[in-house]
């Protein structure tokens, strides 16, 4: 070994180096770290997927749309209609794409933003019932993710009398429901009392 010059020395130690912490930090800690979350917390290991009918149907980290099938499924152009029965989440400049995740960018006095505004807030009061004054904030703007999976309270409350209504079902017991699904401010104090669109709409369909 001492016959060795240093330099190839030095050279076998780096590998030997290289080798150990490729072992470990590649193959042993993953492992560890992936075994310790399926062990205590798989249901966020997993994705938090939500399931319905033994069917994953999202998960309750990303928002997604509940549109009406389209009436010409080739027809790429055509506008997404949202389907009256279920609760509608905030917009979203990605299409609620996960690979699109991302803002519109556009400055508060862009004139596109500007515009898409006024128009979300017409057709949103028009779908609502409701007075285009009282059209929350989170119905018109878009999330900075575009795929926020909660609503504001107030935003879900003013969508229950046209849940009910297209549900055959009474005000009160979808009012119920909405509330059994507020969450308060995080750490009580951040943010304000939200809804997670996609748990809401899951078990509206049990209550249906």
């Known amino acids: 070994m001492n016959n060795i010059p240093t330099a190839i020395r030095r050279h076998l130690s780096a590998l030997r180096i290289l080798l150990l912490m490729t072992i ?4 042993v ?18 994705g938090s997927l939500v399931k319905q009918n033994g069917k994953v149907v999202g998960s309750s980290l990303l928002g997604q749309n509940f549109d ?11 506008t997404p209609r949202p389907d ?3 609760f509608q989440p905030r917009p979203s400049a990605g299409s609620y794409d996960p690979l699109a995740s991302g803002a519109s960018n556009l400055g508060p006095n862009d004139p596109d933003l500007v515009k898409a505004i006024q128009q979300r807030r017409h057709d949103v009061a028009a779908f609502d019932g409701v007075d285009p004054a009282k059209v929350p904030p989170d119905a018109l703007t878009a999330s900075g993710s575009g795929l926020d999976p909660d ?3 107030v935003y879900a409350y ?3 009398n046209r849940v009910a209504k297209a549900r055959g079902l009474t005000a009160d017991a979808v009012h119920k429901l909405v509330a ?23 078990d509206l369909s049990k209550l249906s």
């Not at 993953?30 to 979350?37: E, F, H, K, R």
């Not at 009406?68 to 055509?78: F, Q, R, S, T, V």
Request: proline share 6%; net charge negative.
């Open 68 to 78: 009406l099938p389209k009436k010409d499924p080739g027809n790429a152009d055509e």
């Open 84 to 86: 009256p029965k279920y």
């Open 24 to 27: 470990v930090c590649g193959l």
């Open 29 to 46: 800690y993953p492992l560890a770290v992936t075994g310790i979350a399926q062990a205590a917390f798989q249901h966020k290991a997993d």
């Open 180 to 202: 059994g699904h507020v969450d308060g401010r995080s750490l009580g104090f951040l943010g304000e009392s939200h809804v997670n669109v996609l748990e809401l709409n899951k």
């Open 151 to 153: 609503i504001s309270s």
């Open 158 to 160: 003013e969508q229950v």
